[in-house]
């Protein structure tokens, strides 16, 4: 059975969660959020599995690193250095 409410967006991007959908909820819990065209939806990051959630974060810290390379914000390194630099990862 599909259950609905209706909520609003504050002036700071802040949605409130119905209270009849909030029963399994406490404060503090981590949500991901997904966008299919015009859906959002919100899934418990409990409640998926664990290497979907660490794919999900390596894919938001390739964007971020994409990003910042687009506006310049990297650095070179000579091979021998880069090989030094990986080393200590």
Do not use: C, H, Y
């Not at 506006?71 to 390194?77: D, H, I, R, V, Y």
Request: no cysteine; hydrophobic share 40%; proline share 2%.
């Amino acid at each position: 059975m599909v259950e609905f409410e209706t909520t609003k967006m504050s002036s700071k991007g802040q949605v409130v969660i119905p209270l009849s959908f909030r029963k399994n909820i406490k404060e503090g819990d981590t949500f991901i959020v997904l966008k299919n065209n015009d859906q959002i939806i919100l899934k418990p990051a409990s409640t998926l599995e664990k290497q979907f959630a660490e794919d999900i974060e390596f894919a938001k810290r390739t964007e971020e690193a994409w990003q910042r390379f687009d506006k310049g914000e990297f650095k070179t390194l000579e091979f021998d250095d880069f090989i030094k630099e990986m080393k200590t990862w």
